[in-house]
C-alpha cells in the first residue's frame, strides 16, 4: 500500500504562483515500484484531467494549457514530487489531486486532493 499526501494549494489572485508537494508513504517495495508520478485536476462539472506527470527517470509531459507555466519536479530520495505553478490563470481552479502508479504490482493510488482557485 501507498499513501500520498497532498500539501500547497490554497488561494491567489491571478498571474500569482502556487507549488504543490506530494510525499509518497509505503513499505519499501511498495515504493521502489512507482515509477510515474503526477497531478490530475479537477473542476467543478468537469471531468479529471491529467495536468503533468513525471517518470521515477525524469521523462515529463504536460497538458498543452500549462506547458511554460507549470514545472513538474521530483526528488526520489525524498518519495516526493512538485508542480509549480507560475502565471496562474481562473481555469486552472480545481481540485488537485496527485497519482502514482507502479510498474510491476500494476496498482494506482490517489491523494485525497488539494484545491486551488485563481482569483480574476
Known amino acids: 500500500q501507498v499513501q500520498l499526501v497532498e500539501s500547497g494549494g490554497g488561494l491567489v489572485q491571478a498571474g500569482g504562483s502556487l507549488r504543490l508537494s506530494c510525499a509518497a508513504s509505503g513499505s519499501i517495495s511498495s515504493i521502489i515500484d512507482i515509477n510515474v508520478m503526477g497531478w490530475y485536476r479537477q473542476a467543478p462539472g468537469k471531468q479529471r484531467e491529467l495536468v503533468s506527470a513525471?517518470?521515477?527517470?525524469?521523462?515529463?509531459n504536460y497538458r498543452y494549457s500549462v506547458k511554460g507555466r507549470f514545472t513538474i519536479s521530483r526528488d526520489n530520495a525524498k518519495n516526493t514530487v512538485y508542480l509549480q505553478m507560475n502565471s496562474l490563470k481562473p481555469e486552472d481552479t480545481a481540485v488537485y489531486y496527485c497519482?502514482?502508479?507502479?510498474?510491476?504490482?500494476?496498482?494506482?493510488?490517489w491523494g485525497q486532493g488539494t484545491q486551488v482557485t485563481v482569483s480574476s
Open positions: 513525471i517518470t521515477r527517470g525524469g521523462s515529463t
Open positions: 497519482h502514482a502508479s507502479q510498474d510491476y504490482r500494476g496498482l494506482d493510488y
